[in-house]
């Protein structure tokens, strides 16, 4: 938004060209997402203590959670606001991937907070069915992949790419709408199993933004990305806007998510975020990086599997708890530990997925 008004006093003012620099709006994205969240956060942590929105902790959950019962939820709000607030300030809003962008992180924020009302008005931790939820998951990233069919300006952008292997991908055609459901709906809901302690979700949220708005930037960079070997696509790199809007955020909301949470942000912060990662990660097409840097979301998530597979099988459980994290819990590990080693073995997996920049 504010672009058109810098290029308006550009006549007048000549500093007011800097605006035009992708990486400078990048960085004022991540700046405004911050401050709003830091400005916010307080008066949003105020306003759900006073009107009682408070987590209800899980019976067959870890009984060291019990202390964490009232704790205001729903800050997922404050998250996707500042991400939308920062991407319409500061990104070309004539760029149709941005326009996706959000409207996905927003449609699946919805479908979490309706999740996230339903848990607290019916005081349980049930909230909608798991059909109902998956439903309108599925109707989002759906629509999400008929847009990136339709969209597409040839073939290769209906491909997958093979990662650190120059000018190889696998061409999908019609079967792209299924590819980029499964790895928006899978991306959203391996993010929500994720979030199960205080801050453990959040900063490998921040991390994989930081990184997808790395790849962003190359995609739409004609230079970088002939040079790296990448496909160039044009317009793709404003998302880097969003990308750092998303970082941006998630370390404000840290601020007030980290041990011991003064807020949790919900299954309306969780699916949203989620989903915005796996729609970036589609549009750009980094879809199996996505997997190497989001490998603790990918943990979680096959350790649910498994646990619900072998016990059905056999009879027991492989781990002590599912998700992964509630088993380390149970192992006797301090939440604490549990939170920043998973922080750096996310940090190392998003450092080996940039490496792949190169490594072609």
């Known amino acids: ?45 105020r306003k759900l203590t006073f009107h009682q929105i408070g987590q209800f902790v899980r019976d067959d959950g870890p009984q060291s959670h019990l202390v964490k019962a009232g704790t205001p939820t729903m800050g997922g709000t404050l998250i996707l606001v500042a991400v939308i607030i920062s991407t319409l300030l500061w990104a070309n809003l004539a760029n149709g991937w941005v326009w996706l962008a959000l409207l996905v992180t927003a449609g699946f924020g919805a479908i979490g907070f309706v999740d996230d009302y339903r848990k607290l008005k019916l005081g349980n931790s049930k909230g909608l069915s798991a059909r109902a939820k998956y439903g309108l998951q599925s109707a ?20 997958v790419l093979i990662p650190m292997v120059k000018h190889v991908a696998i061409p999908l055609g ?5 590819w980029a459901y499964i790895v928006i709906v899978g991306s959203s809901n391996a993010v929500n199993l994720t979030d199960g302690l205080d801050g453990l979700a959040i900063m490998p949220c921040v991390l994989v933004a930081s990184a997808l708005a790395i790849f962003a930037y190359v995609t739409g960079n004609a230079q970088f990305s002939s040079y790296l070997g990448f496909s160039y696509i044009p317009g793709v790199g404003e998302l880097a806007i969003f990308c750092t809007a998303i970082a941006g955020a998630g370390l404000g909301f840290l601020w007030f998510n980290a041990y011991p949470a003064q807020v949790f942000m919900g299954d ?23 997997v190497v ?7 979680e998530t096959v350790s649910v599997i498994l ?20 088993h ?6 301090a939440e604490p530990k549990i939170i920043v080693r998973f922080w750096i073995i996310t940090l190392v997996l998003v450092l080996i997925g940039l490496s792949t920049l190169k490594i072609r």
């Open 268 to 290: 309306v912060g969780a699916l949203g975020l989620g989903a915005a990662l796996g729609v970036v990660a589609v549009i750009v097409r980094q879809e199996l990086i996505l």
């Open 293 to 299: 840097m989001g490998g603790i979301f990918v943990a």
């Open 1 to 45: 938004m504010l672009i058109y008004l810098a290029h308006l006093l550009e006549p007048a003012y000549s500093g007011f060209r800097v605006f035009q620099f992708l990486t400078f709006r990048a960085i004022l994205g991540v700046l405004t997402a911050m401050v709003f969240s830091f400005v916010c956060g307080p008066i949003m942590i």
């Open 140 to 159: 989002v990233g759906l629509a999400a992949g008929l847009w990136l069919y339709l969209a597409a300006a040839s073939p290769a952008e209906t491909s």
């Open 328 to 333: 380390f819990e149970l192992k006797g590990w």
């Open 174 to 178: 019609a079967g792209y709408i299924l």
């Open 307 to 326: 646990q619900v597979a072998t016990f059905k099988l056999t009879g027991k459980r492989m781990f002590r708890m599912a998700p992964l994290h509630h």
